[in-house]
C-alpha cells in the first residue's frame, strides 16, 4: 500500500513537471524546449521509424514533428496527456509525410512499397524483437498495425487517416498479425 | 527451450518502452530551424509536387494509351524509363538555379546510373520479370530522392 502510494506521488509529481515544462515552452521558453525534445526523442523517432521503415525518413520527419511542435504548442490545452497529444500530431505529420513522398512510381504502377530489408534493419540500434518484425511488414499493413496495436487508434479512426475503408484496414490488420506470426514463429 | 506463444509475445513486447535513437543529434537542425520565422517559401514546395504529380499523371495516361491504343505490344521497361526519364529532366530544369549541398551528387547519381544500366541489362532476357523491374523502378527512386536530397531547401539537411 505503501508503495502504491509512493509510485502514485511520484506520477503526479512528474505530470506537474510536464505540464510545467510544457506551459514554459507555450510561454516561448527555448531552454524548456531543448528539455521537452531530449525526453520525447526516442518515443517520437521510434514511432516514426515504425510508420516510415525508414531511419533517413524518420529522422527528418523527427526534426519537422519539433519544428511543427515549436509553432503549434499553444493549441495543446492539456485535456489530455502531453505525450498523448505529440503522439498524435507526430502520426498525423508522418502520414502526410508518406503522401506528399509517395513513391512517384506507386502513383502510377501498382506496387506495394515493401518493408525495410535485412541489410538496413541491421543498422538501426537498439530495435526490440517486434519493432524488427514490423518494419518488415509491406506499407499498409504496417501502418494500419502500428495505428492500431501500438497506437491504440480504432479501426475507424485509421480509415479516416489513411484514406481507407473500415474493412480495408480490418483486413490490413489481420495481414500484418499473420505476417508477423508467421515471421516470429520461424526465426 | 521453447518460444513463448505469438500473442505473449506481442502483449509484453507492446509493454516495453523502444529504445530506438535516431543516428544523429537532431536538436541542431531543430533548433535552426525555430531560431527563422516560417519560410514564405513553403508555398513554393507545395506547388511542386503538385506539379510533377500532375505531370506523372498525364504521362502515366499517355503511355498507356500509347501501350494499349498504338502499340499493342508491352515492354514495361521503356514505359518505366521513359516516364523516369521525364520526372528526372522536369527536377534537374527545376533545381537548375539553386546550388546543391553536396559536391559529389554527381558522382553518387553516376553510381545509380551504373546500378540502372546492370539491371537493364538483365531485364533484356527477361524483360517482364517482376523482381528486376521492380530493382529498376527502386533503382530509378533512388535517383529521384538524391536530386531532391540534395537541392530541397528544407531543414532536413540541417
Redesign the interface.
Known sequence: MLIDAKQAFSNTNKDEQADDLVHKVQQGD?AA??QL??QH???V??LC?RLLAD?QH???V???V??QL??KISQFQGQSKFSTWLHSVTSNIAISYLR?HK???Q???S?EQSGMDEQSLA?????????KLILRLPERARLVFVLH??EGYRHEEIGNMLGMAVGSSKSQYHRARQL??EW??HE | MSKVNFDDFLKEELAKPSKVAPSRDLWPGIERAIAEPPKSSINDRQYWPKVTGIAACFIAGLLAWNVSVMRPEQNTMRDLSALFEQQKQALLVQYEAQPALTNDWQQQLDELEQAEQAVKLALQNDPENAALLKMLAQVYQQQLDLINRVHAPSWQQI
Open positions: 527555448q524546449f531543448a525534445y531530449r526523442e526516442k518515443p523517432f521510434a521509424l531511419q524518420a529522422e527528418d523527427t526534426q519537422e519539433f519544428v515549436w509553432y506528399k513513391n512517384w512510381l502513383k502510377v504502377v506496387f543498422m538501426c540500434n537498439g530495435l526490440n524483437g517486434l519493432d496495436a501500438v508477423l506470426q516470429y514463429e
